[in-house]
């Protein structure tokens, strides 16, 4: 089992950035492919972006692709998206998963609120 623990959502101006971080309890890091995902109100949960277990190969939706950017630090068992060129759409609650193939989540974590006005 994985816990994952999000953090640095917060409000931005349109145009601004804000980096999202994700720490997760397991020994076995490794063993996960990570995501992270995200849901605005009255929509369904959103897949951004994928990183396969060593970093090698990133994916991204399409809506994100050129402004965010997947990273995980294996030695820190931590997972990061560094979010560019913020849109008020992007307006929504995120969340990190852990699962074994990408795109799709087994563990999840709480959420973190990101907030951008016009």
């Known amino acids: 089992q994985v816990q994952l623990v999000e953090s640095g959502g917060g409000s931005v101006q349109a145009g601004g950035s804000l980096r999202l971080s994700c720490a997760a309890s397991a020994r076995t890091f490794t063993t996960y492919v990570m995501g992270w995902f995200r849901q605005a109100p009255g929509k369904e949960r959103e897949f951004l972006a994928g990183i396969t277990r060593n970093g090698g190969t990133t994916t991204y939706a399409d809506s994100v692709k050129g402004r965010f950017t997947i990273s995980r630090d294996n030695a820190k068992n931590t997972v990061s998206l560094q979010m560019n060129s913020l849109k008020p759409e992007d307006t929504a609650v995120y969340y990190c998963?852990?699962?074994?193939?990408?795109?799709?989540?087994?563990?999840w974590g709480q959420g973190t609120q990101v907030t951008v006005s016009s």
């Open positions: 998963a852990a699962g074994l193939i990408l795109r799709d989540g087994r563990y």
